[in-house]
């Protein structure tokens, strides 16, 4: 299978912390594929760096064959790779409907020209557009509070909108940092099945970021497991319990 | 034209001193509370005016006129805290929200102090002859307002790297919820921040009064040099204000020089403070602390 | 003793062209998030490029006109270096900004100088009575509001205006969605920046004469007192603003004729605005009328 994307010794610190140490990883094409690590080890900010919200120290990065690193973020969603923030960013003033369409790919109502003098033809864009945000939102069971201000939204919530703000984006791969983070364990499954689904239907890539080992394991191809800034060991998730660095480490946390 | 350097260094300091008084009360609150205090300015102006009443009208004598003005304007400032902002704060009032009543409070403080002295000029009639050291041209004045910035610099140093109050002060500054969290009585911090804060600044406005005249826009004219003294040397940093305020009265007063050799008028040195603060901004947004050649490139490339 | 009716009349005139300049304010601001203390900036330099077009003998057309675009570049201008920063230091920013405009019209005496512009050719032909010529004026302004009000309407009703709501409400995540929140904000100043210029160039052939400290940076303040009272991202708010504050300061001027203070009406009027928008900031930080929605979405 190819590899999506990938990531040649991306390294990027704080001050003198070493968040991310010299990173190279490849995530397969239609892939499911884990990133694990403790508390601190630089999972967010190995997503920041990735998804252009923060400038790599050195190292590279390809997206779809193509070096992205360097890029600022807009054109990293254009190129078709899409993430989710661990803490949600929605835009709390907005209703869950906004937030949705404001995400959408190609939107002619963005230019000017249009917007002043076309207004019709956003209006016909947008109705096809709501249809697709209602859908994405009835599966994610948002659907009763589409015209609810984001900010009004408790916390499992928030983190669904905001997994339906970026597959409302068309991506080709999404990033995903903990996207059943304060969700009832109920909910957790029930959006690794989505995931599993939506690969397959779509044949999106995911790389998740997951706290719960026995979660990842079940539903992801390939687990990373990152720790103190370095990736410290890959594989399957059977195979990954075994390895005595992980066990090391996880061990030496808990 | 032939140069005076010694002159011109000498002005520099005179007005660096300005500009450091001006500014380390700006720094200080901006750095704890996030927000300009755009009614600074006002300070600058009461504390001229103050010791104005004190000197000239209840006759007492320029030092205690001065001496009065500190202390008052201090108070003045913590009364500004404990009346309106930490009010606002508590409240959850969003940095512009603050940066706004600022405003709105500066412009009360602005009239009701034109109420009170008047819309006219006014001047000290304190009056000090200048008199020549080697090629300097300097009045006692001038030279007791150089002492007492550096003076000022000193104790600031003192304070900050001696006493444990200043070692709170710098740790108040420099990440107020993690002085908090380690312990700090943060709330006494920032009552002292704003005594010292506004009594320098209303030791400024003395200053510059003194050497000039006393106006409702006194502070005003000084308030977009010490934002970019603060700026420039870094919100929050009293060493990297206090250095940006002397460069800053170097450059205003080497700027003056060059604007008369091409024929401009003076007033236009506001645009080399104007200068200095959207390069600061612009290539060094953490400050003369946080400048290296790499970030000055990086940041060209991302303005580019 | 005034004539009331005129009285009422410039006190329109002038809550058109301040409510323009609070549309443009709440652009940036209220929808945008973007700081301008310096609103004053291009409002002056609307009125001066279009004051000195005219009086050199160009119709008032073509001085409105360069009055917009001028303003419009110099809000592309301090764009450019500015709206990659903090949004507190592009306050500070744009407040400087409008101060050093000023500074220079009133040492550049071929601009002027400190007596500024007199003599600007008014729109209004010469020979109308004074009642005519102000409801002529009215027309016009009323006019120029209504066109600002419809460029404001459609920006905010539009993909384009949940783009800036975005930028507002978090940069990074609008950015991570895809949209180049340089490209907006830019657009956002420029359009702004030319309504705030069309605004000094209707006031200044209206007043037909204009100095530098007619640019203070209070009159900034105003236009965000003005805001700040009709509601943060609400277009309708800024006329309601407008002319709360104007009547405000209107009602104020008539009551010192009849009152008798024992503190100057002058200094008065303007203790009087920084308490209101103290007094706002405490109990009504948010405005009085609530944000504009992108869409209803009927029927959804
Ligand atoms: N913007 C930042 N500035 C300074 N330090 C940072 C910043 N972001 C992250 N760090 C530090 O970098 C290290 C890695 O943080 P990161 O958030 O990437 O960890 P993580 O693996 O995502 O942890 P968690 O499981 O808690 O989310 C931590 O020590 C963190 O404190
Ligand atoms: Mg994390």
Redesign the interface.
């Known amino acids: 299978m190819a590899h999506i994307l990938k990531t040649d010794n991306l390294t990027k610190s704080f001050g003198g912390l070493l968040a991310v140490n010299n990173v190279s990883i490849k995530v397969d094409e239609g892939s499911i594929t884990g990133l694990i690590g403790p508390n601190g080890s630089g999972k967010t900010t190995l997503f920041n760096v990735i998804s252009g919200a923060l400038k790599a120290d050195s190292g590279k990065t390809y997206f779809d064959g193509k070096r992205i690193d360097g890029l600022p973020c807009h054109l990293i969603y254009k190129a078709g790779l899409v993430r989710t923030f661990q803490v949600p960013r929605l835009f709390q003033k907005m209703t869950v409907l906004d937030n949705m369409l404001i995400a959408a790919r190609g939107l002619v109502g963005e230019r000017l020209t249009v917007t002043f003098f076309q207004s019709w033809a956003w209006k016909r864009q947008e109705e096809g557009l709501i249809k697709k945000a209602l859908a994405i939102l009835e599966m994610l069971d948002l659907y009763h509070q589409r015209k609810n201000l984001a900010g009004n939204l408790s916390g499992g919530q928030m983190k669904l909108l905001e997994m339906g703000r970026a597959l409302m984006a068309d991506p080709k791969m999404l990033l995903l940092d903990e996207p059943a983070a304060g969700v009832s364990p109920l909910v957790v499954d029930k959006i690794f099945e989505k995931i599993v689904e939506l690969r397959q239907s779509l044949g999106l890539t995911f790389f998740i970021i997951e706290h719960r080992i026995e979660t990842l394991f079940n539903y992801t191809d390939r687990v990373i497991v990152m720790f103190k800034g370095q990736v410290i060991a890959e594989g399957k998730g059977k195979e990954l319990v075994e390895d005595p660095k992980v066990i090391d480490v996880y061990l030496g946390e808990y | 034209m032939s140069l005076n350097i010694a002159q011109i260094l000498f002005n520099s300091l005179l007005t660096g001193s300005l500009y450091v008084l001006a500014a380390i009360g700006l720094t200080l609150t901006y750095g704890i509370l996030?927000?300009?205090n755009?009614a600074h300015a006002e300070f600058i102006t009461f504390g001229a005016y103050f010791a104005y009443t004190v000197a000239d009208i209840w006759k007492l004598g320029f030092p205690s006129g001065a001496a009065a003005a500190f202390v008052v304007t201090g108070i003045l400032g913590v009364a500004t805290h404990l009346f309106?902002f930490g009010?606002?704060i508590k409240?959850g009032?969003?940095?512009?929200?603050l940066?706004?009543?600022s405003?709105?409070?500066?412009?009360?403080?602005?009239?009701?102090m034109?109420?009170v002295w008047g819309r006219k000029d006014l001047y000290f009639s304190a009056y000090y002859p200048g008199f020549d050291v080697g090629p300097l041209r300097v009045t006692l004045l001038w030279l007791s307002f150089i002492f007492l910035a550096v003076a000022v610099v000193a104790i600031f140093h003192l304070l900050l790297t001696e006493t444990k109050i200043g070692r709170a002060m710098r740790a108040t500054s420099n990440n107020p919820s993690l002085a908090q969290a380690s312990g700090i009585d943060t709330k006494m911090i920032i009552m002292l921040v704003w005594f010292l804060g506004s009594a320098l600044a209303g030791l400024g406005g003395v200053m510059k009064a003194s050497d000039t005249r006393i106006t409702p826009v006194l502070g005003w004219n000084v308030l977009?040099m010490s934002?970019a003294s603060v700026?420039f040397g870094g919100v929050g940093s009293i060493y990297g204000t206090i250095l940006a305020g002397y460069i800053l009265g170097f450059v205003e007063n080497l700027g003056v020089i060059v604007l008369v050799a091409l024929g401009?008028?003076t007033?236009?040195r506001?645009?080399l403070?104007?200068f200095v603060?959207?390069c600061a901004?612009?290539f060094a947004?953490q400050g003369i602390a946080g400048i290296t050649f790499r970030s000055i490139r990086k940041r060209w490339r991302?303005?580019g | 003793m005034v004539n009331i009716e005129n009285f009422i009349l410039d006190m329109f005139i002038y809550v058109g062209i301040f409510g323009v300049l609070s549309i443009s304010l709440n652009l940036e601001y209220g929808f945008t998030g973007l700081w301008n203390f310096g609103k004053v900036a291009f409002y002056m330099i609307g009125a001066y490029t279009s004051a000195i077009i005219t009086t050199l003998g160009q119709p008032f057309y073509i001085g409105f006109a360069a009055g917009v675009v001028v303003s419009s570049l110099a809000g592309l201008l301090i764009s450019l270096p500015a709206l990659r920063l903090r949004e507190d230091y592009l306050g500070i920013l744009t407040l400087v900004f409008g101060e050093i405009i000023r500074i220079i019209l009133k040492n550049e005496y071929w601009l002027g100088g400190p007596l500024g512009i007199r003599g600007i050719p008014s729109i209004t032909p010469a020979g109308l009575d004074y009642t005519t010529t102000l409801l002529v004026q009215l027309a016009s302004i009323t006019v120029i509001a209504a066109v600002c009000y419809l460029v404001a309407y459609r920006l905010i009703h539009s993909p384009f205006g949940r783009v800036i709501r975005g930028i507002r409400e978090d940069e990074l995540a609008t950015a991570s969605l895809g949209k180049n929140t340089f490209r907006y904000k830019a657009s956002i100043f420029a359009i702004s920046s030319a309504m705030a210029g069309i605004a000094g160039a209707f006031m200044g052939q209206y007043v037909t004469s204009i100095t530098p400290d007619q640019f203070m940076p209070f009159v900034s303040f105003t236009v965000w007192m003005m805001v700040m009272l009709g509601g943060f991202a609400n277009i309708e708010g800024a006329f309601l603003g407008a002319f709360l504050y104007i009547g405000f300061e209107r009602a104020a001027r008539i009551a010192k004729d009849y009152l008798l203070l024992p503190i100057d009406p002058n200094n008065l009027m303007f203790i009087l605005t920084g308490l209101l928008i103290l007094i706002f900031v405490f109990l009504r930080p948010q405005g009085l009328l609530k944000e504009n929605k992108v869409r209803d979405y009927k029927g959804v």
Request: charge should be positive; aromatic fraction near 16%; charged fraction near 10%.
């Open positions: 996030k927000f300009p755009v309106l009010p606002l409240k009032a969003s940095i512009l929200h940066t706004v009543a405003i709105g409070y500066g412009i009360v403080l602005r009239y009701a034109q109420e977009i934002f700026i401009l008028s007033e236009y506001f645009l403070g104007f603060l959207v901004l612009i947004p991302a303005v």
